[in-house]
């Protein structure tokens, strides 16, 4: 029997999506992307440029899968614990805030019955998992999601959240993502046309990557200012 497609749910990233990065990891993401003439974006665009492209999502390793995609094996112990870069970067994300009026959001999203789920950038590892979702607790974030999907080692952040995004379309007609990413903005909203909308979060050090990239040229992006629609005056 054929499992009835719903008509939306609501997909969100993690970082300034829904906890603030701190203003260096977010000025180095503008300056790599406006100076870096938006490279990423253009390197996926020319191996993954229609939602037939996409991989295939697995949730676990089989070889027949189009990707070697290990969302489901968490248990795997760190290489190189003591590497600076990733112990500095668990620190940095493990003390990051909520952004404000994304409480707001994801309550009146779960008043109205809207599944919710995190789809994020971080690594599909114990460790970083634990770290996650223990400052989500502390946030007063971590209840409201149904699934979590993290990135496995070696997968762009992008591509994972398309893999994602194209196995969600099999249940859902359409596809509500937030993501504060510009370059995955559009290459979301460039894949799935339609069938996603992208609620791009606003953040004012953004500016000139939103006319960088010309989002205003994709009907399916909205920039989203979450802390003025839905924080608590």
């Known amino acids: 029997m054929a499992t009835e497609i ?6 969100f990233d993690a970082d300034d999506t829904l906890e603030n990065r701190q203003f260096l990891a977010r000025l180095w993401q503008v300056l790599r992307v406006y100076f870096g003439g938006a490279k990423m974006l253009d390197k996926l665009l020319i191996e993954y440029s229609s939602e037939e492209d996409i991989p295939q999502y697995s949730p676990g390793s089989s070889e027949d899968s189009d990707l070697k995609l290990h969302w489901k094996d968490l248990s795997k112990p760190l290489k190189l614990p003591g590497k600076i870069s990733e112990l500095a970067s668990k620190y940095f994300h493990s003390t990051r805030t909520v952004v404000p009026g994304v409480i707001g959001l994801l309550q009146q999203l779960s008043e109205m019955n809207m599944p919710i789920n995190l789809v994020t950038g971080r690594r599909n590892h114990k460790s970083w998992i634990e770290m996650t979702e223990k400052n989500f607790m502390q946030n007063g974030i971590g209840t409201f999601f149904q699934e979590k999907f993290f990135t496995p080692k070696g997968t762009k952040s992008a591509l994972n959240k398309a893999i994602v995004v194209k196995d969600q379309l ?5 596809v509500n993502f937030y993501e504060d990413d510009v370059e995955t903005a559009v290459f979301l909203a460039w894949i799935f046309e339609e069938r996603i909308k ?8 953004n500016k000139p990557l939103y006319a960088k990239l010309q989002i205003r040229d994709f009907p399916n992006i909205e920039l989203l200012n979450v802390t003025e629609k839905y924080a608590k005056s």
């Not at 719903?6 to 997909?11: I, K, L, M, S, V």
């Not at 099999?170 to 359409?174: E, S, V």
């Open 170 to 174: 099999k249940k859902y007609q359409t």
């Open 198 to 205: 992208v609620h791009l979060i606003y953040h004012s050090i």
């Open 6 to 11: 719903q008509p939306e749910a609501h997909f």
